[in-house]
């Protein structure tokens, strides 16, 4: 028995219970990397661009879809699920045990979290070995940026399943969410290639820091303070608002 | 003993009181029924002693915790079978148990608990896949999974076909014949007056009484029941003029009276001074359901 945030019977079980959405699987861990191999499969795509400062765009898109995993995994994978727990009473149940409801939360992210660095992990290999593309240079650096990243996804989701009452909502909302977070990462254009302003306004934005730390570490410098500083100041805001609005039932 | 006391409890949600002083103590091994219309106030009550609400003012003390301050320990003495609280939906029979047993010290044997509820050929199957019936038995196996010393029970047997209603009441007397105090939330009369020691009814957010069922039966204004069809028509207004007498009906020439054991001699006497026989007579004690109608009988 264990009466801490983390309990590993709970766990086990959420990730069990992970392995049973097929719909989750392909999303967080296939399709990012899948997106990889149809443009890196583009012949344009793998030659230098000046645009982006001589790199090929399959190396642009690296770092774009290992974010994307993130994205996908905090604001699809977790607003309805865990929503879904408290609208169909599933905390409530758990708060009439020994174990705290706010295990299944902690289970919640783990899980996720866990598949979304899995995610990425296979995106750095499809893009190594079928494209080429440099491992990272800065690879501390990069570890660090991509951990922000996801700690300020996995709080945009659940504040998202905060702030909605039924599990629908919370779809509709993550949905809602997910396009802005996939544009300011770069999935439709890359950051280094968008214009300055535009670059500069992405930069203030959570995933959009998070694309120029990993571009830098990708390129062997230590992202940059203001960069980590941005999705890491994100991920502290977003957990206070999911900390400060959710409700257990 | 008591192990659950409630003093003048009070819950309002908004502006609507849903309780409104409730105050009942529930003894040591006892099965304590709480009964009432919808809306009676009866769930609230049980989530405060549960301490997934907490009281606008009153006290509550189970084994002597209050369950909001001491919300932990109570969770490793009481077993809670909610209304209206799902699993995962992918989540089997097998898993469900198996994780719920892990959450307690000292849990009982899944196995056995399974085989009582007829859930042993579901093990493998999905909760999604239950039928309500088999979701309803495998909610009362999680209440009892931690070897509670109390258990709560909302709705017990709601969803339940007759046979598996009174294998699961069985297997509540078995669980209380092993010193287990249960505080059962119903409004199936026949559940509460087979099980239950005691029965607080529950009405408009208070305690209209407070009794053993066969007390509540004998408090009510029509506690005794006479039937008959008799050979020639009475007078109404002798009828209407019989002392105690609760309610009269007449149905197809059949003439059903309640009141009290005065209204039963006051009718043989009617009869036999009228030189009317009564056919097919019958006189019974009302049930449960009758009393039950009375005390919550409202004035709107």
């Not at chain 1, 727990?85 to 174990?99: A, F």
């Not at chain 1, 951990?147 to 509709?172: C, N, P, Q, V, Y």
């Not at chain 2, 490793?76 to 010290?105: C, I």
Request: hydrophobic share 50%; net charge neutral; charged share 20%.
């Amino acid at each position: 028995m264990s009466t801490g945030p983390v309990n590993t019977a709970v766990l086990r079980t959420e990730f069990r219970l992970f392995r049973r959405e097929p719909a989750g699987i392909f999303w967080i861990m296939l399709f990012p990397t899948l997106l990889l191999a149809v443009l890196g499969s583009i012949p344009s795509f793998r030659e230098a661009d000046p645009a982006l400062g001589g790199l090929r765009p399959v190396d642009a898109y690296v770092p774009v879809t290992l974010l994307l995993g993130l994205i996908i995994g905090g604001l699809q994978g977790m607003p309805p699920t865990l929503t879904g727990y408290r609208e169909t009473g599933i905390l409530r149940r758990m708060s009439t045990t020994p174990v705290r409801p706010s295990a299944l939360l902690a289970a919640q992210m783990t899980v996720l979290g866990a598949a979304s660095l899995v995610s990425a992990l296979l995106t750095l290999a499809v893009g190594r070995l079928a494209f080429g593309v440099a491992l990272p240079r800065q690879p501390l650096g990069h570890l660090l940026a991509l951990l922000l990243a996801l700690a300020a996804s996995l709080a945009l989701g659940a504040l998202l399943s905060a702030l909605s009452r039924t599990a629908k909502i919370a779809t509709a909302a993550g949905s809602a969410a997910l396009f802005p977070a996939m544009f300011t990462a770069g999935v439709w254009l890359p950051v280094e290639a968008m214009p300055e302003l535009m670059a500069d306004i992405v930069g203030w934005t959570p995933f959009g820091a998070a694309a120029r730390a990993l571009d830098a570490a990708s390129a062997g410098h230590w992202p940059g303070a203001a960069h980590l500083a941005v999705t890491a100041g994100w991920a502290v805001l977003l957990t206070a608002g999911a900390v400060r609005w959710f409700r257990w039932e | 003993m008591s192990v659950i006391d409630v003093t003048d409890l009070r819950k309002a949600y908004g502006g609507r009181t849903a309780v409104d002083g409730v105050s009942f103590s529930v003894d040591e091994g006892e099965i304590f029924g709480i009964l009432g219309p919808n809306g009676a106030g009866k769930t609230t009550t049980v989530e405060c002693v549960e301490g997934l609400r907490v009281p606008d003012a009153g006290r509550v003390r189970v084994a002597g915790l209050d369950p909001v301050a001491d919300h932990a320990e109570v969770t490793r003495v009481l077993g809670a079978q909610l209304q209206q609280s799902e699993l995962q939906p992918k989540l089997t029979v097998r898993e469900a148990l198996e994780l719920y047993a892990s959450f307690h010290p000292r849990p009982a044997d899944w196995r056995p608990l399974a085989e009582r509820l007829g859930l042993t050929a579901k093990l493998t199957t999905r909760f999604a896949k239950l039928s309500g019936g088999q979701k309803q038995r495998l909610f009362i196996a999680l209440a009892l999974i931690g070897n509670p010393r109390i258990v709560v029970l909302d709705e017990l047997t709601t969803g339940l076909d007759p046979r598996a209603r009174r294998d699961t009441w069985e297997l509540i007397e078995d669980v209380r014949a092993g010193g287990v105090t249960v505080l059962l939330v119903t409004h199936f009369m026949e559940e509460a007056q087979r099980l239950c020691d005691r029965i607080a009814v529950i009405d408009q957010g208070r305690v209209a009484a407070l009794d053993t069922p066969a007390g509540l039966v004998r408090r009510s204004a029509g506690a005794t029941v006479i039937s008959f069809t008799p050979s020639a028509p009475l007078d109404d207004a002798h009828i209407d003029a019989l002392p105690g007498l609760a309610s009269a009906a007449r149905k197809d020439g059949r003439i059903t009276l309640s009141g009290t054991d005065d209204t039963v001699n006051a009718v043989l006497t009617l009869l036999a001074r009228s030189h009317v026989t009564a056919h097919q007579l019958r006189v019974t004690d009302a049930t449960l359901d009758d009393a039950f109608l009375d005390l919550t009988e409202s004035p709107a």
